[in-house]
């Protein structure tokens, strides 16, 4: 079992930046795809970025590539996404998962969710 726990959301005006955690415990982290979410309201989940457990692998939705930036620390146990120049289309849950396939964790189809944090961005 995989336990993920968000944080570092917040409320940031558009143009900004936040940096997500998502600490991992339970087995071992470092055997682990990692990815990130988010859902708007009223909209569905939509994969964000992906990094695979060496961190020698990253992918990134076309919405956030350049803005945003997926990595992880070994000795933490821990994903991060760094998020610049932030717009309010980016106001959403952000949900870390984790997979032993990347590919599934793109897909969202990742074995385990952590519970969110909230990101809102005001113009």
């Known amino acids: 079992q995989v336990q993920l726990v968000e944080s570092g959301g917040g409320l940031v005006q558009a143009g900004g930046s936040l940096r997500l955690s998502c600490e991992a415990s339970g087995r071992i982290f470092n055997n682990y795809d990692m990815g990130w979410f988010r859902q708007a309201p009223g909209k569905e989940r939509e994969y964000v970025a992906a990094?695979?457990?060496?961190?020698?692998?990253?992918f990134y939705a076309a919405s956030v590539k350049g803005r945003f930036t997926i990595s992880r620390d070994m000795a933490k146990g821990t994903v991060y996404l760094e998020m610049n120049d932030l717009k309010p289309e980016d106001t959403a849950v952000y949900y870390c998962a984790a997979a032993m396939n990347v590919r599934t964790v793109i897909i969202g189809q990742a074995d385990y969710w952590g519970q969110g944090t909230q990101v809102t961005v005001s113009s």
């Open positions: 990094i695979n457990y060496n961190a020698n692998e990253v």
